[in-house]
């Protein structure tokens, strides 16, 4: 050991471990299989990005786009969770902005900074201790912009919803005058700060009509078409999810 050049290192013992196996493992760490925790695919990042090793930050990059996908049929099978790939805790959004930001990952930046507002407002303004013991937190400006971002997408979803109901049924409706009734039917519960307040708790980014009452007289053409304008509406809203969490646009694959 006397003759061995020694480098001293400010990374953390957890980083560096991780980082150190798969250079050793190669490709074979983490497993194709296997799940990983956010804190492993965030170490492979973060550390592959400062050392320049591309294959590395692939790597990692590539678990962690299995959650902060830009494409929001992808992103709403997890919805903020876990994947197939990736282990993620909800306050691990915190850590994942900042990343995102260092590593300028703007599309993914913003999945992030959407999700952080759906944490309760006291994890929100904490700190939040990383695997490797190191202290994250979201900056005062983050919270505000994405807060304001989220009133926005509120705004813009209850706007939606109030003019789905006043849409006629569909042209090739067979029951028209019973349909018609039947969306008239659930006007009443779309008023005042009900629906706005439904929104913001079930999320901006969810459907507003995922079923209608048992004992609705909508048809079974009529249901599918509002639930596919329902979907394009929220994969539209997607691609304006960077200019709305005050972050640089990016090309959305929906």
Same mark, same amino acid.
């Given at each position: 050991?006397?003759?061995?050049?020694?480098?001293?290192?400010?990374?953390?013992? @957890? *980083?560096?471990?991780?980082?150190?196996?798969?250079?050793?493992?190669?490709?074979?760490?983490?497993?194709? !299989?296997?799940?990983?925790?956010?804190?492993?695919?965030?170490?492979?990042?973060?550390? #592959? @990005?400062?050392?320049?090793?591309?294959?590395?930050?692939?790597? #990692?990059?590539?678990?962690? =786009?299995?959650?902060?996908?830009?494409?929001?049929?992808?992103?709403?099978?997890?919805?903020?969770?876990?994947?197939?790939?990736?282990?993620?805790?909800?306050? *691990? @959004?915190?850590?994942?902005?900042?990343?995102?930001?260092?590593?300028?990952?703007?599309?993914?930046?913003?999945? +992030?900074?959407?999700?952080?507002?759906? /944490?309760? !407002?006291? %994890?929100?303004?904490?700190?939040?201790?990383?695997?490797?013991?190191?202290?994250?937190?979201?900056?005062?400006?983050?919270?505000?912009?994405?807060? *304001? &971002?989220?009133?926005?997408? %509120?705004?813009?979803?209850? =706007?939606?919803?109030?003019?789905?109901?006043?849409? $006629? $049924?569909?042209?090739?409706?067979?029951?028209?005058?019973?349909?018609?009734?039947? /969306?008239?039917?659930?006007? $009443?519960?779309?008023? #005042?700060? !009900?629906?706005?307040?439904?929104?913001?708790?079930?999320?901006?980014? &969810?459907?507003?009509?995922?079923?209608? $009452?048992?004992?609705?007289?909508?048809?079974?053409?009529?249901?599918?078409?509002?639930? +596919?304008? *329902?979907?394009?509406?929220? =994969?539209?809203?997607?691609?304006? /999810?960077?200019?709305?969490?005050? %972050?640089?646009?990016?090309?959305?694959?929906?």
């Amino acid at each position: 050991m006397d003759d061995c050049p020694v480098m001293r290192v400010s990374d953390s013992f @957890h *980083d560096f471990k991780v980082f150190v196996r798969v250079m050793y493992d190669g490709l074979t760490f983490p497993g194709i !299989e296997e799940q990983v925790e956010f804190a492993v695919a965030a170490a492979l990042v973060r550390l #592959g @990005h400062k050392y320049n090793a591309t294959r590395i930050f692939d790597i #990692g990059l590539k678990r962690l =786009k299995s959650v902060f996908s830009d494409n929001y049929v992808s992103w709403n099978s997890a919805r903020g969770g876990s994947s197939s790939s990736l282990a993620l805790k909800a306050e *691990d @959004h915190i850590e994942a902005a900042n990343l995102f930001r260092t590593i300028e990952r703007t599309e993914m930046l913003a999945i +992030a900074l959407y999700a952080c507002t759906e /944490l309760d !407002e006291e %994890v929100r303004a904490s700190n939040i201790t990383r695997a490797d013991g190191f202290f994250e937190s979201l900056s005062s400006e983050d919270i505000a912009r994405s807060l *304001d &971002g989220r009133d926005r997408l %509120v705004r813009q979803r209850t =706007k939606f919803a109030f003019a789905m109901i006043e849409l $006629p $049924p569909r042209l090739d409706c067979g029951t028209r005058a019973q349909c018609r009734q039947a /969306l008239l039917s659930v006007k $009443p519960l779309f008023r #005042g700060d !009900e629906i706005v307040n439904g929104i913001a708790a079930g999320g901006p980014l &969810g459907p507003v009509f995922p079923d209608w $009452p048992p004992d609705s007289k909508l048809c079974t053409r009529c249901r599918m078409y509002f639930r +596919a304008r *329902d979907l394009q509406f929220r =994969k539209d809203i997607w691609r304006d /999810l960077p200019s709305l969490m005050g %972050v640089v646009e990016w090309k959305s694959a929906t």
